[in-house]
């Protein structure tokens, strides 16, 4: 969704980067370049819309131990994150309006340093997650009601 989103916003950006080029009488090149990628935004998009979610989502993994949360990811470019539970500051589940949809969360895992995710989980299995990774990480819930 948020790739047909952008892509949308692209495509209308583009058409009026092209109105405006024959309105204010651009040079021919500049028009040229635009007709160009505007033919090649059917072929982006086809690629981000349907290609590129299915191979992220076939080589997305993660597990969880009792001492690291391993996060793997990419098939042209791979990551593999080792987190260790130690480092571990806060675990948080969101919801945006379109993975609400759906219903679905994003996990975020944030150490000192930096925040790792790992996206569009179902809701039982996302809260599952979170709170196993709190446990193996202790920490502790802050109550904070006066």
Known sequence: MTNIITDLIIFLVLGGLLWAGYFFDWYEWIK??????????????????????????????????????????????????????????YVEAEQG??????????????????????PALPEQEAFEIRDLIAYHAKINEVDESP
Request: aromatic share 12%; hydrophobic share 50%.
């Open 32 to 89: 040229i370049i635009l007709w160009v990628l505007l033919g090649l935004m059917p072929f982006l998009a086809i690629w981000s819309i349907v290609i590129d979610p299915i191979i992220i989502q076939k080589h997305w993994r993660y597990g969880i131990d009792e001492n690291f949360v391993r996060l793997k990811h990419g098939k042209f470019f791979q990551t593999d994150t080792v987190i260790p539970m130690t480092k571990i500051q």
């Open 97 to 118: 309006p379109i993975l609400r949809k759906f219903g679905l969360y994003s996990l975020t895992i944030g150490t000192m340093r930096s925040a790792h995710e790992i």
